[in-house]
């Protein structure tokens, strides 16, 4: 297999799970419904949470989710979830390590250190999550509920994860949940559905400054895309399924439409073309990917990739590969748009300044 790109792997890195455990904890109350879209998910069970009455029932992409009573006791799975629980005020009993934009080594980004330093807690246990889901230290930590809406958990891994504890899974696409959605759900699970509603408006806020501050970038097509720096011969990009390219119209920029085709095609979060059909992409005004300092001069010289325009014209952001502001990004959460807004959208500014 060819080697991913670091915010790649780790996104990934959950559906690696190769046997499950035996494991006893908290027995669930769980049903087989159908898939459920973003929208039914976030509505479902708002009533009971919002007064902070259980049971709340949750639909999403694997079933249907009972959560019988306020949870005290919770668990955070693979990216954004455990940001979206302390935003809420809500420290979990157990998250993931993050090792990719962590640059202190403690497998802890800045954001959520400052953030149980606001709530005067000490950091939970940390799940390591590089070869998979570890089900027995999550069965360690003793949640009372399990929450994954920002994932790509397979069916067998919500099974499982549900021995242990009441789980709210993706509503719709594996790796697809919106920023929104991700608090939003992780917010009725916990009973507190019009703080997630706050939450979100506060957020929105801030994305509406940062794009006024930086007006250049309105109506700007962009495509959030990876190029391996060992072989050129493809050109990878994140759907429209992904929290990157929405993250892209929040900001008031919108998807070519190439993007969109290419995206209408399939149901995953990530894909690739060859760079032979690079051209695909001449309706791109400014493209995001991740690298070092010299990537953008290699995709210039590059024959094919060369002549994307966005590429020839240097309209091109560079994330240093395994930065914080990356890992800010890969995808957005309640801690990192505070965080990282403004300066990301500078940066699009300062793209933008060379199509003109």
């Given at each position: ?35 459920a879209g973003s929208s039914d998910a976030a509505a479902s ?312």
């Amino acid at each position: 297999m060819r080697l991913l790109s670091l915010p790649l792997r780790r996104t990934l890195a959950v559906c690696a799970t190769s046997a499950l455990l035996a494991l006893t904890g908290c027995a669930s109350s769980e049903s087989t419904g159908g898939s459920a879209g973003s929208s039914d998910a976030a509505a479902s069970g708002s009533a009971s949470a919002d007064t902070g009455a259980f049971p709340v029932s949750i639909k999403h992409a694997l079933g249907t989710t009972v959560i019988e009573k306020k949870p005290t006791r919770v668990a955070t799975i693979v990216w954004s979830n455990h940001d979206a629980a302390l935003a809420l005020g809500v420290v979990p009993v157990g998250i993931p390590k993050q090792a990719y934009g962590d640059q202190d080594g403690d497998d802890v980004l800045s954001w959520t250190t400052k953030k149980l330093t606001e709530l005067k807690a000490d950091t939970p246990a940390l799940f390591d999550e590089s070869d998979g889901l570890d089900f027995e230290a999550i069965a360690d930590t003793r949640p009372d509920v399990i929450l994954a809406a920002h994932s790509g958990i397979s069916k067998a891994d919500y099974t499982t994860l549900s021995e242990i504890a009441p789980t709210v899974a993706y509503p719709d696409t594996a790796y697809g949940t919106t920023w929104r959605d991700t608090v939003r759900l992780d917010a009725e699970a916990l009973g507190l559905a019009a703080e997630g509603d706050a939450l979100v408006a506060s957020l929105e806020k801030t994305i509406d400054e940062a794009a006024t501050s930086h007006p250049t970038i309105a109506g700007r097509t962009a495509l959030v895309g990876y190029f391996d720096p060992k072989d050129f011969s493809t050109v990878g990009y994140y759907t429209t399924h992904d929290a990157r390219n929405q993250f892209s119209v929040d900001l008031g920029m919108k998807y070519p439409a190439s993007l969109t085709d290419l995206s209408a095609k399939t149901q995953e979060f990530y894909a690739t073309l060859s760079a032979e059909k690079a051209d695909v992409f001449d309706d791109v005004d400014i493209i995001v990917t991740y690298g070092d300092d010299k990537l953008l001069a290699r995709l210039q010289k590059d024959p094919l990739l060369g002549k994307i325009p966005a590429v020839a014209k240097g309209a091109v952001v560079v994330l240093a590969d395994n930065s914080e502001l990356a890992a800010a990004l890969s995808p957005p959460t309640a801690l990192t748009i505070p965080a990282v807004t403004d300066e990301y959208a500078g940066l699009l500014a300062d793209a933008a300044a060379n199509l003109t």
